[in-house]
C-alpha cells in the first residue's frame, strides 16, 4: 500500500491526501468509504453541515483500523458559533461520528455575529482543551481574518486554513501567509468540481506519465509545500485513480504551464457566507 505523505505543522500529522463527503451519504458512502480505506486513504473530511456525519461514522465504526490510524477533520456550522454552543454542537458531532475526539476541528465560514470572531475562538480552544479535538483550524478565512485569528489564538495554535484551491484559482499570497506560520492550506474543491477533467492542457502534461488531468490537477496540489487536497468522489474507480499520484512527478516544465492557466475561477463564494476575498 501506497503510504501518503503527512504535513506536518505545529504539530499536525495529517495526510496530504483526504477524502472530501460534501454532496454524499448513505448508500454512496457505505461504498465509497469502505473501498477508500481498503485502498488507503485514512483522512476523511466531513462537517455538520454536510448531514452526513453519522454516515462517515457508521462507515469508519464498521473498519478495523484502529483510531489513531483515522485523520478525521469536522467543521463547525455558523448557526453554533457561540462558545457554550460551539462546544455542545461538537459533541453532537462525536455521537454521530461514533469517536471520542476528532483530529482536526474547523470554523466552517468565518461569519461572526456582533463580537466578532474572538469568543468563537475562544469556544474553538476550549474544545481542544478539552480533547474533543486533536487540532483547531479554520476555513474560508481570508488573509486579514487568517491574521486576526492567528493573533488572537497565539503561536501553533490553528494548524490550517481549509480553502478553495485547484489549478484555475491562485492563492499565492494566503500560502505565503500560511507558510510563513507554519499552517497547512488544505484545498477544497481540488478538482475544480470535475471542472479539471477534460482540460486539453493536463491532459498533454499527463500523457507523458500516463495520468489523467485529473491525477495532474492533484499532484499539482500536493507537490507543494503544505498543501493538502481533499477531493470527493462517490465512485470508487475515482477514488483509487485519485490515490494514484504518488508515483509521478510534474516537471518545471509541466508547472510553468499549469502556472500560465487562468487563475480567477472561484467557484464557491456564496453571498450570504462568503467573507471579501483578500487574495
Ligand atoms: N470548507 C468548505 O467550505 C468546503 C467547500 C467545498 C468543499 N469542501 C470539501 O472539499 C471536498 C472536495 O470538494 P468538492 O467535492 O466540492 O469538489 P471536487 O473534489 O473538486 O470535485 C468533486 C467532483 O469531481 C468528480 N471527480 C472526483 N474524482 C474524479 C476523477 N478522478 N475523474 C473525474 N471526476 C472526478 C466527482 O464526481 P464523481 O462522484 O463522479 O467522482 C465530483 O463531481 C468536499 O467534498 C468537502 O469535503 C469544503
Known amino acids: 500500500m501506497v503510504d501518503v ?12 491526501l483526504g477524502l472530501g463527503t460534501w454532496e454524499l451519504g448513505g448508500a454512496q458512502l457505505d461504498e465509497v468509504i469502505p473501498e477508500a480505506l481498503d485502498i488507503g486513504y485514512r483522512h476523511i473530511d466531513t462537517a455538520q453541515i454536510y448531514k452526513n456525519e453519522a454516515d462517515v461514522g457508521r462507515n469508519l465504526a464498521r473498519s478495523d483500523l484502529p483510531r489513531n490510524e483515522l485523520f478525521i477533520t469536522t467543521k463547525v456550522w455558523v448557526d ?3 462558545p457554550d454552543d460551539l462546544l455542545a454542537s461538537v459533541k453532537e458531532s462525536l455521537d454521530r461520528l461514533q469517536t471520542d475526539y476528532v483530529d482536526l476541528l474547523l470554523l466552517h465560514w468565518p461569519l461572526f455575529e456582533g ?3 474572538n469568543p468563537t475562538l475562544e469556544g474553538l480552544m476550549r474544545a481542544r482543551a478539552d480533547g474533543l479535538t486533536r487540532h483547531i483550524g479554520i476555513s474560508n478565512f481570508n488573509i486579514d481574518q487568517t491574521e486576526q485569528a492567528m493573533a488572537f489564538c497565539g503561536p501553533g495554535a490553528l494548524v490550517t486554513n481549509q480553502v478553495e484551491y485547484h489549478v484555475y484559482l491562485g492563492q499565492e499570497r494566503l500560502r505565503r501567509v500560511l507558510a510563513r506560520h507554519n499552517l497547512v492550506l488544505t484545498a477544497y474543491m481540488p478538482l475544480a468540481k470535475a471542472g479539471v477533467v477534460n482540460d486539453t492542457v493536463l491532459w498533454e502534461i499527463g500523457a507523458q506519465y500516463d495520468k489523467t488531468a485529473a491525477q495532474v490537477a492533484l499532484r499539482w496540489l500536493i507537490e507543494q509545500d503544505r498543501v493538502a487536497a481533499i477531493p470527493a468522489t462517490s465512485n470508487i474507480h475515482h477514488a483509487r485513480a485519485n490515490f494514484e499520484i504518488f508515483d509521478f512527478a510534474l516537471s518545471l516544465d509541466d508547472h510553468q504551464r499549469i502556472a500560465e492557466l487562468d487563475k480567477d475561477r472561484r467557484l464557491c463564494a456564496p453571498a450570504s457566507l462568503s467573507p471579501e476575498w483578500d487574495d
Open 5 to 16: 505523505p503527512s504535513l506536518a505543522a505545529n504539530g499536525l500529522n495529517m495526510p496530504a
Open 80 to 82: 453554533r458559533y457561540t
Open 115 to 117: 463580537q466578532g470572531m
